[in-house]
C-alpha cells in the first residue's frame, strides 16, 4: 500500500473505533477491566460485613472506636497491546483478512483507553517482539498507535512465543492489562514463563479466526500455500478423509489452546472474519463486567 492508502485506511479505522467507543464501548470498557489497584481516600466507622483487612488500627486505637480505611480504585492504568504480525495474519476467505479484524478490534481497545486515561502501549510479535512502543496517554499518542499497525505488514513464521514472555516479565514492562491479540495459529503452550507472565499481568486473549480453518470446501484438487513459510502443496478436497483430518486437527488445536488459556486463569474473546465483531464483543465486555460484580458505568 502507497503511503496516502494507509493514512486513508488509519483515518477510516480511527473514525470507526472513535464512534464505537464513544457511543458504546468507553462505559463498559471501564467496567470490564477495571483497574485492580487500590489508593486510602479517607476512614469510617466500622459496620457489620466490612473486610477486616481493611481496619485502620492506628486511628481506631486514638478513637476507641473500630475504623476502616476507604479505598478508591486507581484511575489510570497501563494498557499492553501485545499483536501477533506473523503470516499466518494475511490469510481471510470471506470479508477480510484476520490481522485486519485484529487491527480493528485493536483499535476500538486504544480508543477506549484513551477515553479512560489510561496509558497504552503496543507490542508486535513475530518470532521475537519486533516494535515495542511505550506507555503514553493522549489522543496524538493513540492515533500513533492506529497508524503502526495498519502500516505492518504480517509476514514471516512464528513457532516459539517464549521470547513474548521474556520480554513481558522484563523490568522495563511494567504491570499491565495485557490485550493478547492474535489467532488460533499462534504457538501457545503452556510453560512456566507464560504462567509467569500471567501472574505479573492480567491478560485477556483476543482471538480470530476464519471459516475455512475449521472446515474444507469440497471443491477438488486446489493449491495450497503455507503464510509463514511458503511450502506449497495440492491436496484433493473431494477427499472426504482429507476433510474429516482437517477438521479435528484443527479442533484439537483450538483445544489446547483454550486449555492453556484456561489453566493460567486467562480470560479469552473470539472472533471471525465471517461476522461483524460489535456484538459478541459488547457481550464479552457485560459477561467480564457481570462476573467481576461490577455495575456499568
Known amino acids: ?26 462505559g463498559l470498557y471501564r467496567s470490564a477491566f477495571k483497574g485492580q489497584g487500590l489508593e486510602f481516600a479517607d476512614v469510617r466507622e466500622y459496620s457489620d460485613g466490612d473486610d477486616m483487612r481493611l481496619i485502620d488500627w492506628n486511628v481506631s486505637a486514638r478513637s ?29 476467505s470471506i470479508r477480510r483478512t484476520k490481522y485486519d479484524l485484529l487491527v480493528e ?4 481497545f486504544v480508543l477506549s483507553a484513551f477515553l479512560a486515561r489510561d496509558r497504552v502501549s503496543l507490542a508486535l510479535f513475530g518470532e521475537r517482539v519486533d516494535a515495542f512502543v511505550p506507555p503514553a496517554k493522549g489522543w496524538n ?75 474444507l470446501p469440497r471443491a477438488g484438487r486446489i493449491r495450497l500455500e503455507h503464510p509463514e513459510t511458503g511450502d506449497v502443496r495440492v491436496v484433493n478436497t473431494n477427499s472426504r478423509e482429507l476433510r474429516d483430518s482437517y477438521e479435528k486437527r484443527a479442533v484439537e488445536t483450538r483445544g489446547k489452546i483454550l486449555q492453556t488459556l484456561a489453566s493460567n486463569r486467562v480470560d479469552w474473546v473470539e472472533f471471525s472474519t465471517a461476522a461483524e465483531y460489535e456484538v459478541p464483543l459488547r457481550r464479552f465486555l457485560e459477561s467480564r463486567a457481570a462476573k467481576r460484580g461490577y455495575r456499568r458505568l
Open 105 to 108: 478490534l485493536a483499535s476500538l
Open 141 to 215: 499518542h493513540a492515533a500513533r498507535l492506529v497508524r503502526e499497525m495498519v502500516s505492518v505488514r504480517p509476514q514471516g513464521p512464528s513457532d516459539d512465543m517464549e521470547p513474548l514472555w521474556g520480554f513481558l516479565t522484563s523490568p522495563g514492562v511494567p504491570r499491565s492489562l495485557v490485550l493478547l491479540l492474535m489467532d488460533f495459529q499462534a504457538p501457545l503452550v503452556a510453560s512456566n514463563s507464560f504462567s509467569v507472565a500471567c501472574r505479573k499481568h492480567e491478560i485477556v486473549a483476543v482471538l480470530v479466526s476464519d471459516p475455512r480453518e475449521w472446515s
Open 1 to 26: 500500500m502507497q503511503l496516502d492508502d494507509l493514512l486513508g485506511k488509519a483515518q477510516r479505522i480511527e473514525l470507526k473505533s472513535r464512534h464505537l467507543a464513544r457511543s458504546h464501548y468507553s
Open 64 to 92: 476507641q472506636t473500630l475504623y476502616v480505611k476507604k479505598m478508591v480504585e486507581e484511575r489510570e492504568r497501563n494498557v499492553l497491546l501485545v499483536l501477533d504480525r506473523s503470516g499466518s495474519l494475511r490469510f481471510g
